[in-house]
């Protein structure tokens, strides 16, 4: 059985709250259908340019299938899942497999659902001489106004 505790809130909310329906059995109009503000489509992020930013609320940390630049091959990369809000105002999961990245939430223990400030910072030069992805990582508090 898998842990409920690693499932994104995405997933919990598909498995408890949006129904699946039998396909040789009566199915219901889709024209009566609601679509909900949430976009289960992830696109990877990989920004160019230092400085871009993005408010986030993290996910988890999962393996993504992508083409390897040397081989040509699929491998297995370890990335982040976040959750945004795009300009329409529905939430869309975007990702990223910077080992930096990855490395950092994993050190400091960051939590699914956690609201967080990423912030690329270009590229860093390593001791071996290989540049690598720099990144800003600051959790988000909400204050009362009252």
């Known amino acids: 059985m898998e842990n409920q505790t690693n499932k994104t809130g995405l997933q919990k909310a598909v498995e408890s709250g949006i129904p699946a329906f039998n396909l040789t059995g009566e199915?219901?109009?889709?024209?009566?259908?609601?679509?909900?503000?949430i976009d289960l489509m992830d696109d990877y992020w990989s920004p160019e340019e230092p400085g871009i930013c993005?408010?986030?609320?993290?996910?988890?940390?999962?393996?993504?299938?992508?083409?390897?630049?040397?081989?040509?091959?699929?491998?297995?990369?370890?990335?982040a899942f976040f959750m945004e809000k795009d300009s329409s105002g529905a939430y869309r999961t975007i990702s990223n497999g910077?080992?930096?990245?990855?490395?950092?939430?994993?050190?400091?223990g960051i939590k699914p659902g956690m609201p967080l400030l990423i912030t690329y910072k270009g590229k860093k030069k390593t001791q071996s001489g290989n540049l690598c992805d720099n990144w800003s990582i600051k959790p988000l508090i909400f204050r009362n106004n009252g």
């Open 27 to 37: 199915l219901p109009d889709l024209n009566t259908a609601e679509e909900l503000e």
């Open 54 to 79: 993005k408010k986030v609320f993290f996910q988890k940390i999962d393996n993504r299938k992508v083409l390897d630049q040397k081989s040509g091959s699929l491998i297995d990369l370890e990335c």
């Open 98 to 108: 910077s080992c930096r990245l990855v490395g950092a939430i994993q050190a400091n």
